[in-house]
Every structure is written in C-alpha cells, then in structure tokens.
C-alpha cells in the first residue's frame, strides 16, 4: 500500500503535488480552530444570525464553514431568487444581491448528497480551492522561477482570508474561474477564455473585468484574429445576463444595485469613495485598506504584466470605490496578488519565512472571528 502510494505521488505533477501540501496543511489548520471553538457546545451561539429560515448543519465539520452569505447562497439553491420588497428607491435585504452559478451549481449536484445543499457547496468549494492552488502554480509559473511561484501558492493557501476559499462562498469557484481565463488567454485559447470569463462573471460581478486582461493578452499576440476579439467582447456576457434576468425579475432596471444598498454598497460611480471626498471622513477600515491597496498597486508596478496590473487596478477601485464590507476579502480574489508578493519576498529566507508565519498566524485568527460571528474587515 505505502509503495502505490509514493507512485502514485511520484505520478503527480508538481503542480497538483504542492497544491495537496499546502491545500490539505493549510486545511487542517482551520479545521483545528474550528474544532477547539465547536468542541464545548457543538451548537450555534443564540444571538447568531440566520438568514431565510437557515439553520446549522449536524456536522460540525460542515457547519464550521457555513456561517454568514452561506446562509443566502443556501436559500437560492433551495428555492430561487425571491423578488424583493421594493420601498422607494431602496431594495431591502434580498438573495438577489448574490450571484447565480454557484447556488445553481449546489442545486444540480445536490442530488449526488442526499439533497444535502450544505455538504454539497462545501465540496465545491474545497475542490475549487486545490484547483485554485493548482492553476496559480502553472499560471506563475509561466513568468516566475519554480521557487518564486511555488511561494505564491503557499500565500495563497496561507492568506488571512483563505477560509473564505473553504467556506460555502464563491471565492474558490470565482478564483478558479479567473485563473482558467488567464490560462487560456496566455496560451491563446480564447474561446475558453471567454467561456471560463463569462462563468466567472456569473459568480462574482469582479468577473466582467477580465475582459480587460483578456484583451491585452489578445493585443499582445500576434497575429490578432477578430473572432478572437469577439470571444473577449463576450466575456462581459455572463454578468449582463443576470442583470437582465434580475431586470425581468423585479420590473426594475437596476434593481442588482439598489440591493446592494442593503450592505451598504454603492456600485455605481464609486459613490461612497466621492462621499468621503467630499466630507473628509472615510470609515477608518476602508481607509486602511485604501492605503494597503496604493501600496500594493505601488509594488506591482513594472513587477508583474501589463495586463495583470490592470486587472488588479481594476478589481481594487471596484472594491474601494464601492466601500465593499471585508474589502480585503474582495481584494484576495484578485490572483495578481500573489504574483506581486511572491515577487517581493522570493530570494529573501528570512522574510519569506516571517510573511507566511504572519499569515498562518492571521488566517486562524481571522477564521475564528468569521466563525464566532464577529465582523471580518
């Protein structure tokens, strides 16, 4: 049995071999805090907030990683989108302020669970993150030495917010969708770069935005093919096309965004980011993370590709300017993040060690915050 075993892992790309040792390490870390936090009650707290008549799973396992938006992904795979209560110009809490593949994903295998929607988003999630590792391996790889993007991976694994990656979230689906349409793109695939884009963008709204790293990997090659321009017109499709269902859905043309009021989100314009302009008094966390985010935009300059820079612009003025809640969540989604780390720190042992020490440190703590329901900047 020990000899299929080591062939086996002889067999295994590198790729997949360092996915499975920093996916399963960095699993077993949370999975401890969330046993020494469950241990005592194996209950939810009673001041806990359920969402569309949610409740917590018998496994504990399972419920570790269903807390807060799980609940809202969980309504849509069990019984759609509700219409929401329309008061004005404003749209009250409603699921349809989240996206659709991944809830509608849960409810096509859900049947392989036993009707299990939870157990069932919980292995999406956790097969998209070992891809996720995977594809960012092979997708650095193609620009860093093995060192330089073997350490990305470990900070991708490692990052204070990876429990989203585990959670009934759409970080791991969205992250793996958006690695596969870069993939593509730098090999000049870009039919399935628009398919994977047009994916991505019906998980997360982040997800248009690949149309411009796409496109400049198209302006970059040559010869440029116009069909191929047409696959990257089209990646923005996935995200209008729930706009428009949404559109038919409550009467109201943008009624997407109005929800996202809700959480106190203003998509349109950068709206918030205006509003402390002008009054000089930005909330302090999404200050702090305007300040990380210039720093790291600062860093990546002439570090990564042209194209990766724009997407990490990009991706942060959409959170910042938005005033997201967890911004720093959002911002982890974005793959050039770890490209411009690893960069930073490959060839230095001692800072190397110290920033993953950091991040493990931060992921555990992070994750017991998320899992005794307290706020996650």
Not at 81 to 107: C, K, Q, V, W
Not at 362 to 373: P, Q
Request: hydrophobic residues 55%; glycine residues 6%; aromatic residues 12%.
């Amino acid at each position: 049995m020990r000899e299929r075993l080591q062939a086996f892992w002889a067999r295994l790309p590198r790729a997949w071999q360092l996915a499975l040792l920093a996916g399963l390490s960095s699993r077993l870390l949370l999975l401890t805090v969330a046993w020494l936090d469950c241990a005592p009650y194996k209950e939810l707290p009673p001041d806990a907030p359920l969402f569309r008549g949610g409740a917590p799973h018998a496994l504990w396992v399972v419920d570790a990683f269903q807390k807060w938006d799980a609940y809202w992904y969980l309504s849509i795979a069990r019984d759609g989108y509700h219409p929401p209560t329309l008061d004005g110009p404003e749209i009250h809490s409603s699921n349809i302020a989240f996206f659709p593949l991944y809830p509608m994903a849960m409810r096509a295998l859900g049947p392989l669970f036993g009707g299990d929607l939870a157990l069932c988003g919980l292995v999406l999630s956790w097969l998209s993150f070992f891809a996720c590792l995977a594809a960012l391996h092979r997708l650095l790889s193609l620009d860093l030495d093995q060192p330089t993007a073997e350490l990305g991976v470990w900070l991708l694994a490692l990052q204070p917010w990876s429990f989203a990656f585990s959670a009934i979230y759409t970080e791991a689906p969205f992250f793996l969708l958006s690695l596969l349409a870069m993939l593509q793109a730098r090999q000049g695939r870009f039919g399935f770069a628009a398919a994977a884009g047009s994916l991505a963008g019906l998980c997360r709204l982040p997800g248009c935005l690949l149309a411009l790293p796409v496109g400049l990997e198209w302006l970059a090659r040559r010869p440029r093919r116009l069909r191929d321009l047409a696959c990257v017109a089209a990646i923005p499709l996935g995200t209008l096309g729930y706009l428009i269902y949404l559109w038919r859905l409550t009467g109201v043309p943008d009624a997407f965004f109005r929800s996202q009021k809700a959480w106190d989100n203003n998509l349109v314009l950068g709206t918030k980011l205006l509003r402390w302009m002008i009054t000089g008094r930005p909330e302090r966390d999404q200050l702090l993370t305007l300040v990380v985010c210039a720093t790291l935009l600062a860093v990546a300059w002439r570090r990564v590709r042209t194209s990766y820079l724009v997407y990490l612009a990009t991706s942060i003025a959409m959170t910042v300017s938005a005033g997201m809640l967890t911004p720093a969540r959002h911002v982890a989604t974005a793959f050039p993040v770890y490209a411009v780390l690893a960069s930073v720190c490959a060839g230095r042992p001692t800072l190397e060690r110290a920033v993953l020490g950091a991040c493990a440190f931060g992921s555990a703590a992070v994750y017991w915050l998320w899992l005794t329901w307290r706020h996650v900047f």
